[in-house]
């Protein structure tokens, strides 16, 4: 395993999937945690300046058009690739592509479900000669058996597992944002309970300074 930092020089960030009609069959995760785990790789991806390819199946489908979150997150710039091949994105010519135009060798992908399109695609990368990284609570299934076994065939398979909030903190360590409040801007938006968890401390250590004055 490649024990560099993951940077956002040499990281595409991929969201596969994330469409509506998909969420209501979900039952590995909380929904709620999914969507913020969702939005908030999608914004990581974006205030880090990282790669980022965005692509789903056809918006005509029931399975319908991409979370609202995740659109909120990506904005009106960044294309949405809509698929006809199903489950290996690489399939599709215009994915592999806009992968490729990226111009990096890291791949992270996220996205519904874990054991379908997720899968296919984290296993294409690995076939494509990707670095390929799954990000697991911001992918999701029907069921946790089905998304613990397909991280479990990944990893098998080379694919290194991660979370959203952890490459946060590694893109974090790029010298270019030593000084930044990305993280912060993220945990607030996105992690709120460990924004609380801050405040807690910091009205504990002011409580007693006052207590010693």
Same mark, same amino acid.
């Given at each position: !395993?490649?024990?560099?930092?993951?940077?956002?020089?040499?990281?595409?960030?991929?969201?596969?999937?994330?469409?509506?009609?998909?969420?209501?069959?979900?039952?590995?995760?909380?929904?709620?945690?999914?969507? $913020?785990?969702?939005?908030?790789?999608?914004?990581? $991806?974006?205030?880090?300046?990282? *790669?980022? @390819?965005?692509?789903?199946?056809?918006?005509?489908?029931?399975?319908?058009?991409?979370?609202?979150?995740?659109? /909120?997150?990506?904005?009106?710039?960044?294309? =949405?690739?809509?698929?006809?091949?199903?489950?290996?994105?690489?399939?599709?010519?215009?994915?592999?592509?806009?992968?490729?135009?990226? +111009?990096?060798?890291?791949?992270?992908?996220?996205?519904?479900?874990?054991? +379908?399109? =997720?899968?296919?695609?984290?296993? *294409? /990368?690995?076939?494509?000669?990707?670095?390929?990284?799954? =990000?697991?609570?911001?992918?999701?299934?029907?069921?946790?058996? $089905?998304?613990?076994?397909? @991280?479990?065939? !990944?990893?098998?398979? *080379?694919? =290194?597992?991660?979370?959203?909030?952890? @490459?946060? /903190?590694?893109?974090?360590?790029?010298?270019?944002?030593?000084?930044?409040?990305?993280?912060?801007?993220? !945990?607030?938006?996105?992690?709120?309970? !460990?924004?609380? +968890?801050?405040?807690?401390?910091?009205?504990?250590? /002011?409580?007693?300074?006052?207590?010693?004055?």
């Amino acid at each position: !395993m490649n024990l560099t930092p993951l940077s956002p020089a040499d990281s595409t960030v991929v969201l596969v999937d994330y469409a509506v009609g998909f969420a209501t069959l979900l039952r590995s995760h909380d929904l709620r945690q999914h969507l $913020a785990a969702a939005a908030g790789l999608a914004s990581t $991806a974006k205030l880090y300046g990282a *790669g980022l @390819v965005v692509t789903n199946g056809e918006a005509s489908k029931p399975s319908g058009p991409l979370y609202p979150e995740v659109l /909120a997150a990506i904005g009106d710039d960044q294309p =949405v690739i809509e698929r006809t091949t199903s489950f290996d994105s690489f399939l599709d010519p215009d994915f592999r592509a806009a992968v490729e135009a990226t +111009g990096r060798n890291r791949l992270l992908i996220a996205g519904i479900a874990t054991d +379908g399109c =997720v899968l296919q695609t984290a296993l *294409g /990368a690995v076939r494509a000669g990707y670095e390929t990284y799954v =990000v697991v609570d911001a992918s999701a299934s029907t069921s946790r058996e $089905a998304h613990d076994v397909a @991280v479990q065939r !990944m990893v098998l398979s *080379g694919v =290194v597992p991660v979370t959203w909030w952890s @490459v946060a /903190a590694e893109f974090q360590l790029d010298p270019r944002f030593a000084d930044s409040p990305v993280r912060q801007q993220l !945990m607030a938006q996105f992690h709120p309970d !460990m924004t609380m +968890g801050g405040r807690t401390f910091f009205a504990g250590v /002011a409580q007693g300074r006052l207590a010693t004055a």
